[in-house]
């Protein structure tokens, strides 16, 4: 089965993933919303990929719009977003523990020091391979 590439869609920036059946991340990136497109044409045509995941909520309607304008060779199946970003933030600090006096603060008060969009795509593409999507 060909990569699927996994789209966390939202007004100012984009979380993207490309990732293998076996779930493991091949590629991961968070690109402005302006961005989108090229990065996921280029990404269908790197990996071959004929399956985008796209979250339910902020922004689907639009992507989901200008993405079948686009006339992409991919599948477009939406996905449910409830509380991803609360497992994608629990996620990044799993990959990338607190340093130095960040690590006595609870990671539930704590922010990624960086956007974490890419992340939130991870999670919605593991909801799709973890469902009968696969």
Known sequence: MPPIIALDPGS??????????DRRVVE?????????LVTV?????????KTLIMGDRTGAKRFRKLLKEAQ??????????H???EEARRRYFIEHPPR??????????QHPPRPF???????LGERYLGSSGS
Request: proline share 3%; hydrophobic share 45%; glycine share 6%.
């Open 12 to 21: 100012e920036k984009c979380g993207l993933a490309v990732m293998g059946e």
């Open 28 to 36: 991961q990136a968070v690109v402005t919303s302006a961005e989108v």
């Open 41 to 49: 044409q280029r990404l269908i045509t790197r990996y071959q990929a």
């Open 72 to 81: 992409l060779p991919v599948e477009i199946v939406m996905v449910d977003e």
């Open 83 to 85: 509380h991803s970003s």
């Open 100 to 109: 130095g006096w960040r690590r006595l603060i609870p990671i539930t008060l």
């Open 117 to 123: 969009d890419d992340y939130v795509a991870v999670i």
